[in-house]
């Protein structure tokens, strides 16, 4: 996984409640099992009825390379489809900030680099103002170990995140790899169940 | 004494605890994993890549339902956008020595019905599937995760998958139902109060008289639901109803082993004095028949209910509301009743199940499907398609001039092609009824088969009640 530690670049306001993974990756729109999925992120959206680019904020020239989106509640609700943060990662962004985030689009965000943050109250109204005002002309930075985003004016927005998941993107750690660290807890586990509750370690089809 | 009863959240939690990592996640045992077309094949390509092999092929099972075409005498070609991804799931499966539920084998079907039908899933069980709907399985009190397609390479390699704990929910569904009332109903009035993200970051348990009562495939229904509650994890205690429903299914334990299974399966309910982080009590006594206005599952009304009217709201909550009125072609503060309807769809993880076509094959028998409107009945299974032709359904379905069609999940997201065409108004027993999820501009309404079936027979939106 690609590690991130800091970011800069332009900062796209989405300021919308419940914007979805539908909406995010229209999947049906999609050709095989390996797109562009930069060009599929919001296609519906931003193309009118004949194909032609409509004047969605993501056709602006200043947004050709977003780093960062920025919306309003519960950002990437819906369908799981990690096809929605490849499709965000595909034009470049790599941090989201939303008062808050879908369950399980954080998770996907965590395990593509992509930085899922969570601002609430005073401090976003005024972090989504500045976003709207400086509408890409100038870089936003994200800095992860300093847990900070910093506009252009130079005003700064402390954000939360927990520790682990803080390191793993810093790292880009891999999953599986941090996992199978504990494989003789698993395999304890498979054995411990084995005896205790047979029926839940085997899944054999009566019929045949 | 003086320690605290235990939620059946908690319960299934603590028994699949394998271990902590050191980065503070828990590493939960996954007992069942079912994989569908859609993303499959793409973790089977990363698993590859980086030289891994399916840990556990033999508690993992592949199932087409995606991208297939339900159309009758489907081949894989029939839908030749989704050719690619049915091969690679057959190919990848074959390849990690899992079994593969494929067009043609009678237990093809979609995931979320098959798994329960088959016994795959038992409760007090974990499952989890890279689809968001992996939560209609807690219908049978099994603790699900829908999940995306790198934690789907995950539990492929090391059979757990790595979460936060997360916080416990409790929806107390009160009161008893009335006729044309059932599990989607429950569900859609659930989310109306709830909210789209109001169960974000709980797992949800369903409790209460109302979900006592609800047949097995309304509590699967009802489940189906919880990711548009915002959660990813919901169910209801199971109980005999559930015993005697997962009794001789396939993979369900029997002899020794069923005996065993039951004795514990009876220790799967929240202990009384129970302490849940939040509560919602919901009474479904005087609920009507549910409908979806809006562009979000929780803009809801009963089928007698109203199209808001925003100037009579807040303005800052106005503009969504107003969006949604829009995109819908909907007059604010009007009837839903007696829209005129372009489509309906019966099917899905939601309500595609034997009792969802009877309820529905129950109102069209002896009608005709209107002028103008194209209906699809889509079995959730291939067993449910032959159990329902047992039944003569089919017969009815299509005297009255609907598709009957092959298994899979067809309209409800569109990814085998199946979509409405701009401006159409559908009823659909599915659900989301985001913006451009059925077609570019397709308003769709979610409901139950009841009011599906009530409005495919007289070409609006009816209140079945007075059918």
């Keep these: 996984m690609q590690p991130f530690t800091t970011l800069s670049g332009p900062a796209m306001p989405m300021i919308e409640d419940d914007i979805n993974t539908d909406q995010i990756a229209p999947l049906q729109l999609a050709k095989g099992l390996s797109p562009d999925w930069g060009q599929l992120l919001f296609k519906r959206q931003r193309m009118n009825a004949d194909g032609t680019d409509n004047d969605h904020v993501l056709n602006k020239p200043q947004y050709r390379k977003p780093a960062i989106l920025v919306a ?19 034009v470049g ?51 992860l170990p300093a847990q900070i985003v910093c506009a252009p004016n130079g005003e700064t927005f402390s954000f939360e995140i927990s520790t682990s998941d803080k390191t793993r993107l810093i790292e880009g750690l891999d999953e599986v790899g941090l996992t199978m660290k504990h494989e003789n807890e698993i395999v304890a586990f498979e054995e411990k169940i084995r005896g205790s509750m047979p029926w839940m370690q085997e899944a054999r089809d009566r019929r045949l | 004494m003086g320690q605290q009863g235990r939620t059946l959240f908690d319960k299934i939690w603590d028994q699949h605890l394998v271990g902590r990592r050191s980065d503070g996640r828990e590493l939960i045992y996954i007992d069942r994993h079912v994989l569908h077309d859609l993303h499959a094949p793409h973790a089977f390509g990363k698993l590859a890549q980086a030289g891994r092999k399916v840990r ?10 995606h991208s297939v075409s339900v159309q009758p005498g489907r081949n894989d070609d029939t839908y030749a956008e989704g050719a690619a991804f049915v091969r690679a799931m057959r190919e990848g499966s074959a390849k990690n020595g899992v079994r593969v539920f494929d067009l043609g084998d009678p237990d093809q079907g979609i995931s979320h019905v098959v798994a329960p039908e088959l016994g795959l899933v038992l409760p007090g069980a974990t499952h989890a599937v890279p689809d968001s709907h992996a939560c209609t399985v807690g219908g049978l009190g099994a603790l699900a995760f829908g999940c ?73 229904t009802l489940c189906n639901l919880t990711i548009e509650m915002g ?17 001789d299914r396939p993979f369900a334990p029997d002899g020794a082993q069923w005996d065993q299974a039951l004795a514990y399966w009876r220790t799967l309910f929240t202990d009384a004095d129970s302490v849940f982080d939040k509560e919602l009590d919901v009474d479904c006594s005087h609920l009507a028949p549910q409908i979806t206005w809006g562009t979000e599952p929780s803009q809801v009304i009963g089928i007698d209910g109203r199209v808001p009217d925003p100037s009579t709201l807040e303005a800052d909550k106005r503009t969504p509301i107003e969006r949604a009125i829009s995109y819908m072609g909907l007059e604010p503060g009007a009837p839903i009743e007696g829209l005129p309807v372009g489509r309906v769809f019966i099917g899905s993880c939601t309500n595609s199940r034997l009792p969802d076509l009877e309820i529905a094959a129950h109102i069209v028998k002896g009608r005709k499907v209107a002028p103008g409107v194209t209906a699809w009945a889509v079995p959730g299974s291939s067993q449910v398609k032959r159990d329902a032709e047992a039944r003569g359904l089919d017969r009815i379905f299509k005297d009255a001039g609907f598709m009957w069609g092959e298994s899979g ?6 990814t085998n092609g199946d979509m409405g065409a701009a401006g159409e108004r559908v009823l659909s027993t599915t659900n989301r009824n985001f913006e451009n999820r059925q077609g570019r501009g397709v308003r769709t309404h979610l409901v139950g088969p009841a009011l599906a079936a009530a409005a495919a027979v007289t070409g609006r939106i009816t209140d079945v009640r007075k059918l």
């Design chain 1, 72 to 90: 309003n509640e519960n950002f990437g609700c819906g369908s799981s489809r990690e096809s929605a943060v490849w499709c965000l990662t595909g």
């Design chain 2, 148 to 220: 995306g397609t790198t934690e789907l390479e995950h539990i492929l390699a090391t059979q757990v998958v790595t979460l936060f704990r997360p916080k416990r929910l409790r929806v107390n569904l009160l009161g008893s139902l009335g006729a044309d009332v059932a599990g989607k109903d429950v569900a859609l009035a659930v989310i109306a109060k709830l909210g789209v993200a109001g169960g974000r970051g709980f797992a949800i348990e369903f409790a209460g008289p109302v979900a006592r009562a609800l047949p097995v495939e309304g509590r699967l």
């Design chain 2, 56 to 65: 556990r092929p033999d508690l993992t099972f592949s199932m087409q339902d």
């Design chain 1, 93 to 143: 962004i790599r941090c989201v900030i939303a008062r808050s985030i879908a369950d399980i689009f954080r998770e996907n965000c965590l395990l593509n680099g992509l930085l899922p943050i969570e601002l609430s109250g005073d401090a976003m109204d005024r972090l989504q103002a500045l976003v709207s005002q400086t509408d890409g002309a100038q870089p936003f930075s994200v800095d």
């Design chain 2, 409 to 414: 999940c067809s309209m409800c997201a569109g």
């Design chain 2, 231 to 247: 959660s990813r994890s919901g169910f209801v205690a199971p109980d005999d109803a559930v015993f005697n429903w997962i009794k």
